[in-house]
């Protein structure tokens, strides 16, 4: 079975840091572009990060979250991770990790939960001002 294991949320003051991760199994890992996807308290899930199956083909992230967030993946693990700096506390959410069946990470188009062929059940992160 696929699955998705998301873990590292938790309870942060404002501007401390975080780092989650999410371990894959049953599926080529490595033949996916993996996102990071969240989701605030009654508002739509939304696109946060995509790094390609290989990096330096391209990484995206929000506009929201640029600067403050890395992404990165660690293949032979078959997990990847999202470091987050700088919290704010419209940064609470559920993170979720999710999978691309796709070389890349596509400019314009990234974002679209639509896109997803896996999704992990999420952690949860909650930044207090």
């Known amino acids: 079975d696929v699955q998705l294991q998301a873990s590292g949320g938790g309870l942060v003051q404002s501007g401390g840091s975080l780092k989650i991760a999410c371990v894959g199994s049953?599926?080529?890992?490595?033949?996916?572009?993996i996102l990071w996807f969240r989701q605030a308290p009654g508002k739509e899930r939304e696109g946060v990060s995509c790094i390609s199956r290989r990096p330096e083909i391209g990484i995206y992230y929000a506009d929201s979250v640029k600067g403050r967030f890395t992404i990165s993946r660690d293949n032979a693990k078959s997990t990847m991770y999202l470091q987050m700096n700088g919290l704010k506390p419209e940064d609470t959410a559920i993170y979720y990790c999710?999978?691309?069946?796709?070389?890349?990470?596509?400019?314009?188009?990234?974002?679209?939960?639509?896109?997803?062929?896996?999704w992990g059940k999420g952690t949860q992160v909650t930044v207090s001002s």
């Open positions: 049953g599926f080529r890992f490595d033949d996916y572009a």
């Open positions: 999710a999978t691309e069946r796709a070389d890349r990470c596509y400019a314009g188009s990234w974002y679209q939960a639509s896109r997803m062929d896996f």
